[in-house]
């Protein structure tokens, strides 16, 4: 069974606290909590099939499969089969300890073209990203200054031609969503509490925000639901 967490320890990071009780667990919560062949399985299925929707949505802009960088890569659920597709994956997280399974999954099925970065490291820097992409993984994050950073930090990661597939909450923010986010975790269920609760953002939040960054859209896919999902590029 996961680990009971006290998500409101200042201390560790949330995501690192998760990774450290049990980080496929909190990864995917609609997997077992009790680790088993046939859970993990389950869990590296469940990757190969959303990285061929996310590659098929993203087929009509993608240009190479040079280099390809992933935000919250947590253990790499979607970066290995990604990294059969293209040359170099760069998988970026938090989280120490999801690096570190990250690196040893990728001994484990063979994918030598993998590699980690802290979220702090500059991954942006070389400018020469073919795709980049996040799932599951922006939608966590409440503060909306680091999310405007990290969308500028991907306008910089990617090459002229290259395009990112980024996916947000953008369901209403109804009464029950607002007395949730007002209530202490304590009173609320594992998956509502902060940290691994969704922060539903205004289609017209996120728009103003790709603008001041130099993003431009190119499509969307599921408007208005918990898996909208945005087609970028550099303007």
């Known amino acids: 069974m996961p680990q009971k967490l006290d998500t409101q320890d200042g201390d560790i990071p949330a995501w690192e606290r998760f990774a450290q009780a049990n980080a496929e667990y909190y990864i995917l919560?609609?997997?077992?909590?009790?680790?088993?062949?046939?859970?993990?399985?389950?869990f590296f299925a469940t990757?190969?099939?959303?990285a061929d929707a996310i590659l098929q949505e993203s087929a009509p802009?993608?240009?190479?499969?040079?280099?390809?960088?992933e935000i919250g890569c947590g253990v790499g659920r979607l970066t290995i089969p990604m990294a059969n597709r293209f040359a170099r994956v760069v998988g970026v997280d938090i989280a120490?300890?999801?690096?570190?399974?990250l690196r040893a999954n990728a001994v484990r099925f063979e994918t030598p073209?993998?590699?980690?970065?802290?979220v702090e490291q500059c991954w942006e820097a070389d400018g020469d990203a073919d795709f980049l992409y996040s799932w599951l993984v922006l939608q966590h994050?409440?503060?909306?200054?680091?999310?405007?950073r990290l969308l500028a930090r991907t306008a910089a990661a990617l090459a002229p031609t290259g395009i990112a597939y980024l996916q947000f909450d953008t369901r209403p923010r109804t009464r029950g969503y607002r007395l949730r986010s007002y209530l202490p975790d304590a009173l609320l269920?594992?998956?509502w509490r902060r940290g691994l609760r969704r922060i539903r953002r205004a289609p017209e939040t996120l728009a103003a925000l790709f603008e001041e960054v130099g993003l431009?859209?190119?499509?969307?896919?599921?408007?208005?639901?918990?898996?909208?999902?945005?087609?970028?590029?550099?303007r």
Request: aromatic fraction near 6%; charged fraction near 20%; hydrophobic fraction near 35%.
């Open 216 to 234: 431009s859209l190119l499509c969307a896919y599921r408007p208005g639901t918990a898996l909208h999902s945005f087609l970028l590029k550099r």
């Open 29 to 42: 919560t609609s997997n077992p909590p009790e680790s088993s062949p046939e859970s993990m399985e389950r």
């Open 189 to 191: 269920p594992a998956v």
């Open 96 to 101: 120490p300890t999801m690096l570190d399974k």
């Open 61 to 69: 802009w993608l240009s190479g499969y040079g280099k390809a960088i």
């Open 113 to 118: 073209n993998i590699e980690g970065a802290q």
């Open 141 to 148: 994050i409440e503060q909306q200054e680091l999310i405007a």
């Open 47 to 50: 990757g190969r099939q959303q």
